[in-house]
Structures are given as structure tokens and as C-alpha cells.
């Protein structure tokens, strides 16, 4: 069942697809989710899955045309990097991701270029579907900033139909839209959040949940 809203608090998937598949999930917990967009809190040491070849290898392990012509399956394990915000506005194409050091501390701001997110409930278990555009851009605290990734993007954009990626043009653009609120200072680059701590009753669960694998709705 789609839903437009989910309670804070709430353990929700955060899942990316790619051509009807499962790309990657990460559990997180539901800070708010308004008219702004939806907020998630991904703690350290979360369970996770991704998409990997038969061999075990990411997709950024193995050239894309290599990829795409692999078998697939979904390899767990733990989500290794430092706890992280993730703010999905609503309506947009894109996300923005507040990083932290190993201390705790801001690090930057990551910019993750997707389409917009589908929320899905089914009860016992509930997420958000976005594809990832695989552009993205990572904007420092002194609000400079840098494409990332720009040369995956352009090798697998030769790919046509492969890509799930069909619009450069639009892509480019929504990132130069962002980066423009992140030079002026603007919301959410504007301090929005940058020292927030989660509840301290936020557990993390052992595994993902019965259900997280569900087919996705985009």
C-alpha cells in the first residue's frame, strides 16, 4: 500500500532500485516526515543488503558492461559508515545526506541525485523506493563543493536502455539547482540539523526485518 506519511520513530527501508530490482537497503528511523519531506536517521552497524554478482562483486568492483550481462543476488552485512542523516524533499530529485567523522562531528553534506521517492506500507514492515541517479555531489561545511562519481555516470550513460539512467540533461540540472542552495546557504545548507541526536531509546535491529525484500513500487 502507498502512504504519504510515516510516524517518527518509525523503522522504515530505504531502498534503491535499478530496473525493478533491489539495488541496496538500510533501515532507518523515521526523525519527521512533513510537508518539507521525509527525515531518516541510519545509526552505525545497521543491517544491510546489497546487490552483488554471483562472484560477490559490487557494481563497482567490475566494468559496467561487465554488470550488466552478471547474475545477481543480495549480500548482507553492516552498514560500515558513520551515522548519517538522510532528508528526501518532497517532490524532489535528489537527497541530501549530513556525514559525520568519526567523532560524531559535521563532516558535509552528500548530495545523492535520485528520483523522487515512493513511500510503500504494508503493515509489519514500510519503506521508501528511489532509483539512484548515481551523480552526485558533495558540498564541505564552507559550502564549496564537487561533483563525485562524474566518470560512472558518463561510462554507463553509453549504455542506453542498460542504464536506468535516461536523462543526463535532467540529472545535471537538478544537481546545479542544489548546488545553487548550497553557494547561497540555503535550507537544508544552512546549520538545518547538522548537530542532531537521535532519541536515546533508537535501538538497531539485528536484521532486516520480514518483508524489506517486498517488490518495489517504483
Do not use: C
Not at 68 to 80: K, V
Not at 114 to 121: C, F
Not at 180 to 193: C, K, M, N, V, Y
Amino acid at each position: 500500500m502507498l502512504v504519504d506519511r510515516f510516524e517518527p520513530g518509525r523503522l522504515i527501508m530505504h531502498r534503491n532500485v535499478r530496473h525493478g530490482r533491489i539495488g541496496w537497503v538500510r533501515p532507518g528511523r523515521v526523525v519527521s516526515d512533513d510537508e518539507r519531506g521525509l527525515l531518516v536517521w541510519i545509526a552505525r552497524d545497521s543491517p544491510v543488503a546489497h546487490e552483488v554478482t554471483d562472484a560477490g562483486l559490487n557494481m563497482r568492483s567490475v566494468p559496467f558492461a561487465q554488470w550488466i550481462s552478471s547474475s545477481y543476488r543480495l549480500a548482507h552485512g553492516r552498514w560500515n559508515g558513520p551515522p548519517l542523516l538522510k532528508f528526501l524533499p518532497t517532490g524532489a530529485a535528489h537527497s541530501v545526506w549530513w556525514f559525520r567523522d568519526a567523532q560524531g562531528r559535521f563532516a558535509h553534506w552528500y548530495v545523492n541525485l535520485e528520483e523522487p521517492g515512493v513511500r510503500w506500507d504494508d503493515g509489519p514492515v514500510a519503506g521508501v523506493d528511489v532509483v539512484d541517479q548515481d551523480l552526485d555531489v558533495v558540498v564541505r561545511p564552507d559550502l564549496s563543493w564537487e561533483w563525485k562519481d562524474e566518470d560512472e555516470f558518463v561510462e554507463r550513460l553509453a549504455f542506453g536502455d542498460d542504464y536506468w539512467v535516461s536523462d543526463e540533461k535532467a540529472v545535471r540540472a537538478e544537481g546545479e539547482r542544489v548546488i545553487a542552495l548550497a553557494e547561497a546557504g540555503e535550507f537544508p545548507f544552512d546549520g538545518t540539523w547538522r548537530d542532531f541526536t537521535p532519541p536515546s531509546d533508537w535501538d538497531v535491529p539485528d536484521e532486516l526485518p520480514p518483508g524489506w525484500d517486498r517488490p518495489p513500487v517504483r
